[in-house]
């Protein structure tokens, strides 16, 4: 069974930081992808990040790009999400998702079915930034 964990979530003011986890157990198969998504109160759920776990190959969106970055422990199963610069609206819960057999990659990050594509999903992390 594949079980995602998610941690590192807060309060923190605008210009802070916060570094977000996501622990995976139960993936099988060496060649998968982590991806980070966030929904706002009242707003639909949008990307933010992926990383693939055969060549750590990264995306990001616009709208944090610069701001954020991802890695990943391949020996520790987790991927990390470091967040700076934050602002009032990256305020969230944020939620770390895998697929497996693919990398992270425009065509499966970009696509509209990205939520049910990345079948795998942790409990999510809220993550608020205050101004």
Known sequence: ????????????????????????????????????????PGKERERVSCISSSDSSTLFADSVKGRFTISNDNAKNTVYLQMNSLKPE????????????????ATVFGWSG???RFGYWGQGTQVTVSS
Request: proline share 0%.
């Open 114 to 116: 990205v939520y049910v």
């Open 1 to 40: 069974e594949v079980q995602l964990v998610e941690s590192g979530g807060g309060l923190v003011q605008a210009g802070g930081s916060l570094r977000l986890s996501c622990a995976a157990s139960g993936l099988t198969s060496d060649d998968y992808a982590i991806g980070w998504f966030r929904q706002a």
């Open 90 to 105: 990256d305020t969230a819960v944020y939620y770390c998702a895998a697929v497996v057999g693919y990398r992270c990659a």
